[in-house]
């Protein structure tokens, strides 16, 4: 389905298909300009034989025709004004790593954009163009369409896709960022119409684009409305250029350059500062003015009634471009306007006995408001403006058809096996009962595919009457929305709709499987149990879909109780039914439930495969981004930060988080929140990392879901331990103490708490800044209780702990024994940040062990190397009874400034980043810069390691 949403600036013309009456020919010149380009439109298919093979055919969510006309940038028109002053403020913005040109529409923004372009490609600098609709809320599919995009940047001979065939959306950006950050030179990816992407996770993917592009590479978007792309934080690094409306706006000189391209006779200067005025220097208006301004018996008197509102490009369209069409293409406009792409065959089927192939070659050719996809079947789409003038008038002249046209859309579309177009028009029609007759035969398939959204909207546009009727309709839409809006509305839903006691057998089969499911979601899960077990025993039902969710959800809520064999029970009961009637969704939901089995008894590289599995469950429906696959894409990115791949880790907490917390999984967003606020403390970003937990205990209180609130308290101790904040961080371990709460987190086995919980977190205080013996001691009690439960990635962080403490006792070689056998379990499976994340405690028994790994290197290299990195990673080894002082300074690879050694105090004595650059009278990006100097300088990783060698060399106090 192909949708457009362009500006007026796009193509509006007044060109008159096969007219022959000289009374209703055409002005003189005979095709109109796109408004914003002032001149004919040609849109030539993009040069895809230049592309990789695999760009070109691998696209099964972007057919070939629609991929080509997303690639396809218009032609410039030779007669336009040249933006000077805008295309050099975007040449000077040298910093800016987005360009942002935000107006209505008609200002002329895709104008600018081509413009700048052309200067780009004068000076050599590639590019690529892409347009934007509402079906790049996927974010399968518009990362398919950036991906080709790109491969016209970097102009490689391999093609741009993995070589798997399902390869995850979280591998396609990051291969996407890398192949973009390895172009040797600069280069620009535009996207016009942005204004259409809405959805959450899109804009994340967006967000991490723009962070990870190279200093080289920019992004220049053309929006109606604000995207929210995290602009503020751009704007503080000077890394966001914005053009809004007032720099579009053409000056009185720029409208008189305009009208002198336009007219052979020039506008008196009282005439045109009075069209000026009217139109305050908008595009569209100006062009409508150009145009009639043509067939004006006395200009004076058409500019003193002219009125720039969008209104008169209605009525143009009325007057001068439908009206001046022969009778059959008249009727031919107004009938084919409801469709959003106009195949021949299809437009032939609306209008028996008509050749649909000529009139829609005619009406190319004349270039009236319509743009070719391309494809064999020459398909079309008409520009949104006039789309939308079209239906109006349809539905104001023949009310009557617009419901018969969509019928017979929908029957074109339902023979041949399209369901979803089918499904479109017999809604949009009104054809409530032609509508819900293909959802009964559609939905449960879309189900079972996991296409949540789809089928929210869709059934969100029923009217509650016309599905009374239907009650498993009625609870598809509970699902639906259960995974797009969240649980507490479809517990909401299902408890209204009165379906909870029927007897019918599919309608009892799909409320035994959402009864526990949405209990477990809203964190109930011992009344889950309670209720799931229960359903258990009326298995099997009518329904497969059903079962194997009632299975999947089971399995997860015995997790969380602790009955890991009984989980993988259930797990392989859905598996086995899925053997018979495959079901994507119940793919992803059996590999994660497994996978969080897998990671809690440590076994995180097997935990990884799972995820990864999971989160590629179904390539072929782009569900893997927009319905519920949350579950499996942010325990995936939890993995991938375990093995210290950050940035990976960090974007696909981008796209999965705002699902998450749409959704309101409590596990999941605090998993999510809290590993993005570690990415950002271990690359120095404090700021950000604590204003992300002040996000995720908004979340929680505005959820009324305490253990969110305290995971989010927990987390700030640990950050404000790692800084050397020992006060702040016991008064905020008092504020995170709800004994029922942790009680009850202490019977269950919740993921986000695994490792993150109020007994562990006093130990850790206790290892920083209390009593190390005492914590020892305790930490080997834990250690013997999570190994009893089978809890081992828990035992491994107790130990490791453990190892600490004792180390802070100054019983060092139990401390390294100990810590060899945790170093060795971890390198085993792969896990660096559990270590890692304990910060600057680490840094002196870490460089023990690892100068006990020249003779351990000969039989075990491996772990002799993962100690070795352990070891960079938590910076230099200084003297363990170096003070202040007693170091030279020389110790120093280079010596610090005078400013870097006052942020250096500031930031000791806790200050933030844009604290200290109000103190200073700096902006942040150079506060940013100093930190960065002092680390390189340090060789150090992070703030509080900087500060503990800065102290430690005598350079602060």
């Known amino acids: 389905m192909v949708t457009d949403d362009s500006s007026l600036g796009d193509c509006l013309n007044g060109a008159i298909v096969g007219t022959d009456d000289p009374r209703r020919a055409p002005p003189r010149s005979s095709v109109y300009c796109r408004l914003a380009l002032y001149g004919p ?150 996207l016009d119409e942005f204004e259409a992407i809405q959805e959450p996770g899109v804009l994340g993917l967006l967000r991490e684009l723009i962070e990870h592009l190279p ?39 720029e409208t008189a350059q305009y009208f002198t391209l336009r007219r052979t006779t020039p506008l008196p200067a009282d005439d045109l500062a009075r069209l000026h005025d009217k139109t305050e220097g908008w595009v569209a208006a100006l062009w409508l003015a150009s145009v009639s301004l043509e067939r004006a018996a006395s200009p004076s008197e058409f500019i003193a009634r002219f009125s720039g509102t969008e209104q008169a490009i209605a009525d143009y369209l009325a007057e001068d471009v439908l009206e001046r069409q022969r009778p059959e293409v008249r009727l031919f406009l107004l009938r084919t306007s409801v469709l959003r792409q106009l195949d021949p065959a299809l437009c032939d089927a609306l209008m028996p006995g008509t050749d649909s192939a000529r009139i829609l070659q005619e009406l190319e050719a004349a270039d009236v408001l319509l743009v070719p996809l391309g494809g064999a079947d020459r398909s079309y789409r008409y520009h949104s403006l006039f789309a939308r003038f079209l239906q109006a008038q349809l539905e104001r002249e023949a009310p009557a058809e617009v419901r018969q046209l969509h019928a017979t859309a929908a029957a074109w579309y339902g023979a041949r096996q399209r369901p979803v177009p089918a499904i479109d028009h017999a809604i949009e029609g009104g054809d409530l009962d032609l509508a819900i007759a293909l959802l009964a035969e559609q939905a449960p398939v879309l189900l079972a595919q996991g296409r949540m959204r789809l089928l929210a909207r869709w059934l969100r546009a029923l009217p509650a009457a016309a599905l009374a009727a239907h009650a498993e309709l009625r609870l598809i839409h509970v699902w639906a929305v259960c995974f797009t809006r969240g649980p507490i509305e479809a517990m909401e839903m299902l408890a209204g709709s009165g379906l909870a006691g029927s007897t019918l057998p599919r309608v009892a089969a799909h409320v035994r499987a959402l009864q526990p499911c949405l209990l477990a979601m809203t964190d109930r899960y011992e009344e889950a149990y309670a209720t799931g077990g229960e359903n258990l025993r009326q298995l099997p039902s009518p329904v497969p879909f059903a079962d194997d969710v009632l299975a999947n959800a089971m399995a997860t809520i015995v997790t969380v109780l602790g009955d890991h064999a009984q989980a993988r029970r259930l797990i392989d009961s859905a598996r086995r039914g899925q053997g018979t009637h495959a079901s994507e969704f119940n793919l992803m939901y059996s590999e994660a439930a497994e996978g969080i089995i897998d990671l809690q008894e440590g076994r995180l590289r097997q ?54 917390r749409d959704v309101g999984l409590p596990d999941l967003v605090i998993l999510g929140y809290r590993t993005l606020s ?280």
Not at 66 to 95: G, H
Not at 218 to 228: C, F, K, M, Y
């Open 678 to 957: 570690r990415i950002a403390f271990s690359r120095g970003d404090v700021d950000q990392a604590l204003q992300l937990l002040t996000e995720l205990e908004y979340v929680g209180h505005r959820g009324q879901l305490p253990r969110v609130v305290a995971g989010a308290r927990l987390e700030r101790v640990r950050v404000q331990l790692l800084q050397g904040h020992h006060r702040a961080a016991r008064d905020e371990l008092e504020r995170a103490d709800d004994q029922a709460l942790w009680t009850r987190v202490a019977r269950l086995r919740f993921l986000a708490n695994d490792l993150d919980y109020l007994a562990l977190a006093r130990l850790r205080w206790e290892l920083h800044a209390g009593d190390a013996a005492a914590a020892a001691r305790q930490l080997a009690d834990a250690v013997h209780t999570a190994q009893a439960d089978a809890r081992h990635r828990r035992a491994l962080k107790l130990q490791l702990l453990q190892a600490l403490a004792l180390y802070r006792t100054h019983d060092q070689e139990a401390a390294l024994d100990l810590l060899a056998r945790v170093l060795r379990d971890a390198c085993a499976e792969g896990f660096v940040r559990m270590v890692l994340d304990e910060g600057d405690v680490l840094r002196q028994p870490v460089h023990a062990l690892a100068s006990r790994m020249p003779g351990i290197a000969r039989h075990d290299p491996v772990f002799a190397d993962y100690v070795k990195r352990l070891a960079h990673a938590v910076g230099p080894q200084l003297p363990a009874t170096a003070t202040p002082g007693t170091v030279p300074r020389a110790l120093l690879i280079e010596p610090l400034t005078r400013k870097e050694i006052r942020v250096l105090q500031l930031l000791a004595e806790g200050y933030s980043n844009s604290a200290m650059a109000e103190k200073l009278f700096v902006s942040d990006s150079t506060i940013r810069t100093h930190l960065r100097n002092i680390n390189t300088k340090l060789d150090t990783h992070s703030r509080t390691q900087a500060v503990a060698v800065a102290r430690r060399v005598g350079v602060i106090s």
């Open 607 to 660: 935990a990884s495969a799972r995820f990864r599995l999971a989160v590629t469950a179904v390539p072929g429906h782009g569900y893997s981004h927009t319905s519920g696959n949350a579950w499996a894409g942010l325990p995936y990115a939890l993995t991938l930060y375990e093995s210290d791949q950050l940035d990976q880790s960090a974007h696909l907490l981008q796209v999965y988080l705002p699902l998450a």
């Open 215 to 253: 200093p080289r590479g920019r992004l220049v978007i053309a929006s109606r409305s604000l995207p929210d792309l995290r602009l503020g934080r751009l704007r503080a690094r000077g890394q966001l250029l914005e053009i809004d409306v007032a720099r579009l706006r053409f000056t009185l000189a």
């Open 41 to 190: 439109r040609a849109i030539p298919r993009p040069d895809v034989s230049a592309m990789p093979a695999e760009v070109r055919d691998r696209q099964p969510s972007l057919p070939r025709a629609v991929l080509d006309a997303k690639l396809t940038a218009p032609v410039r028109a030779a007669r336009q004004i040249l933006r000077q002053s805008a295309i050099e403020a975007i040449v000077a913005a040298a910093e800016a790593r987005l360009v942002l040109l935000r107006a209505p529409a008609g200002f002329g923004k895709s104008t600018l954009m081509l413009q700048y372009r052309e200067r780009l490609a004068a000076t050599g600098v590639a590019s690529a163009w892409l347009n934007v609709d509402r079906a790049d809320n996927d974010a399968s599919r518009f990362l398919a369409a950036l991906e080709a995009a790109a491969a016209q940047i970097t102009d490689e001979d391999d093609p741009p896709f993995a070589a798997e065939a399902e390869a995850s959306i979280g591998d396609t950006a990051l291969r996407l960022i890398a192949r973009l950050s390895a172009h040797p030179g600069p280069f620009a990816l535009f």
